[in-house]
């Protein structure tokens, strides 16, 4: 029973940090529209950024917030340098730019600082927390409250002004452009707070796995999280990064002794497979509107 | 108002496609002006050309000059000439379906946080009361005629001197057509706004504008006073729907005089 509870505890922390990294990937396609199969070297990036700056001596905060202004700029770039020359091109093009951004970034980045795994302390400690017989990870436990505050700032942030402009260029870009909406300056927009939620996931997978170029992996479980919970729903980010994380913890932590491990990402693959069969546009995704 | 003037406008699509050739065009100060021509004539590129919209279909304008008072619009982006004054509401509504009208009509203000954005909202209000009922609900599960209305409202948030409006009785009851165009009759009366109003809808049309133009094959054909033009025996029988004669020979007249006008 204790064991039960543990695996659950840690599953919807761990999903909490796995909604932290797919946070970016709906901030993207809310606003853009556009599925961004970088979103995982963005995380990568962010870590490495992170690490980068603690090298020169920078206190850790210092070198979050830096690493945030590096990514924030970055994703402006993305948009002004590649996406502003994707207009009235097909989506598929579009993914394809994210694909081929995801495959430069994850080369260039651990070959330009280093490729060998580097540690990432952000000082909370090994030592887990003890609640009754449930003995939880100190970092996943910090990781799901960033991931509440960070989740709950971007439902406000949609709720103001400049985010009910950013939800009416998702819906239909000539007519933003219509009525004035700088549908560029939207998608840059959205593109940079992607890579500040980017640099707090990276810096928390970072401290828990280190960082390497296999953070970019976190794309997989990040398009898990979406393709339940909705592709541009900020609820359907928390509520997906809670099963998955959940679902991912306690099936392997009882089948993994049987089969010889690695069951993880098999359940990973069967919710994106049983999603997309059952409900394809996720649990809290929106349903294009027909009126008959 | 700026007057809104096209000189030999010419637009190409994928580098290859001729849309519109030589399209000249004015709207005076508070004039009330219709593009009418049949499908595929070029009317809607003509407003897209305008408003700056030619990009996402990959078209653009080759040759000749498009001004609105002493601005020189093609050196502008879309948001730019918003911001001059020149709104097009784009055929087909193309509310924001996944807002609310309210929120429709947020996300095309562009001033602060100002009582301006009040009085001009309640502006919108006083003209389509239906959208304050609808209010909560999202615009893509209005109705046709009130998701017209919500486009129509969304373009006067942006405070605009001229609005263009492309088909507004697509898919509407004559009924609601009626309605709407009494509207737009009196939003360009009550305040000064000029209007650009594309139609098929040429009867309707030619009761309401000043003037008209006639497009056809990407050309202007004829233009004039609405009155006159009402009295043109060739626009009487190809956009009124002649004189009630259903007679076949009068099918190859209609062919061969096409052609003369072409």
Known sequence: MWYFLELLANGALVGLMYSLAALGFVLIYKSAGVPNLAQGTLVMAGAYAVWFFISLGLPLWIAVLIGCVVLFVFGLLVERLLLRHMVGQP???????????????????????GAAPKPLSIGVGLSPVIIGDVFLNRAYLWGGVLALVLIGLSLAFFRTRLGT??????DDHVASWAVGLSVERAIGLSWGIA???????????????????TLSGLLFPAIAVVILGGLDSIPGVLVGGLLVGILGSVIPGYLDSMVGGSTREVVTSLIILL????????IFGREDIERI | MPKLTLENVEVIYDKVFLAIKGVSLEVEEGGMVALLGANGAGKSTTLKAVSGLLGPERGAVTR????FGDDDLLRMGAPQRVARGIVHVLEGRRVFDHLTPDENLIAAWHGGRSGKFDEIRDRVYEYFPRLRERGRSKAGYLSGGEQQMLAIGRALMTQPKLIMLDEPSLGLSPLLVQDIFAIIREINRKDGLGVLLVEQNAAATLDIVDSAYLIENGQVVMSGRAATLKENPDVQEFYLGGAGRVDYHAVRHYRRRKRWLS
């Open chain 1, 275 to 282: 999603t997309i069969l059952v409900r394809p546009y996720g």
């Open chain 1, 195 to 213: 890579g500040i939620a980017a640099v707090g996931a990276g810096t928390l997978w970072g401290s828990v796995q280190g960082v390497d170029w």
């Open chain 1, 165 to 170: 402009k950013m939800r009416a260029v998702s």
């Open chain 1, 91 to 113: 989506v598929i093009m579009v993914v394809m730019l994210t694909l081929g951004l995801e495959i430069l970034l994850r080369g260039l980045v651990p070959g330009v600082l």
């Open chain 2, 64 to 67: 000749g000059t498009i001004r």
